[in-house]
Nanobody, 122 residues
Framework: QVQLVESGGGLVQAGGSLRLSCAAS????????LGWYRQAPGNERELVAV???????NYASSVKGRFTISRDNAKNTVYLQMNSLKPEDTAVYYC????????????????WGQGTQVTVSS
């Protein structure tokens, strides 16, 4: 059974930081491309960051320079370090796994986590 479990969300003031984690089980983690998406109320889900199986990274322009995606294959965990948070970063954040480990954007996720809420107050 495949599971992706996010953690680390919460309430933070603008300018603050959070680190999201997503622990995976039931997949060959190291072979997957991994992504973080977010969805704010009334908005479509958007891709925020991707890390390939080869550890290449890619970011949405709205978060570039503020967010960092990383992975620890020994722990089957992907992280999203979020710095200089803004109220517009408020959303539910989801991790996703794509069996095509080489995909560096426009993921076609095979698996999703359940989401974790991030709220940034002004």
């Amino acid at each position: 059974q495949v599971q992706l479990v996010e953690s680390g969300g919460g309430l933070v003031q603008a300018g603050g930081s959070l680190r999201l984690s997503c622990a995976a089980s039931g997949i060959t983690f190291s072979l997957n491309a991994l992504g973080w998406y977010r969805q704010a109320p009334g908005n479509e889900r958007e891709l925020v960051a991707v890390i390939t199986s080869g550890r290449n990274t890619n970011y949405a322009s709205s978060v570039k320079g503020r967010f960092t995606i990383s992975r620890d294959n020994a722990k089957n965990t992907v992280y999203l370090q979020m710095n200089s948070l803004k109220p517009e970063d408020t959303a539910v954040y989801y991790c996703a796994a794509d069996k095509n480990g080489l995909r560096y954007w426009s993921l076609r996720p095979n698996y999703w986590g359940q989401g974790t809420q991030v709220t940034v107050s002004s």
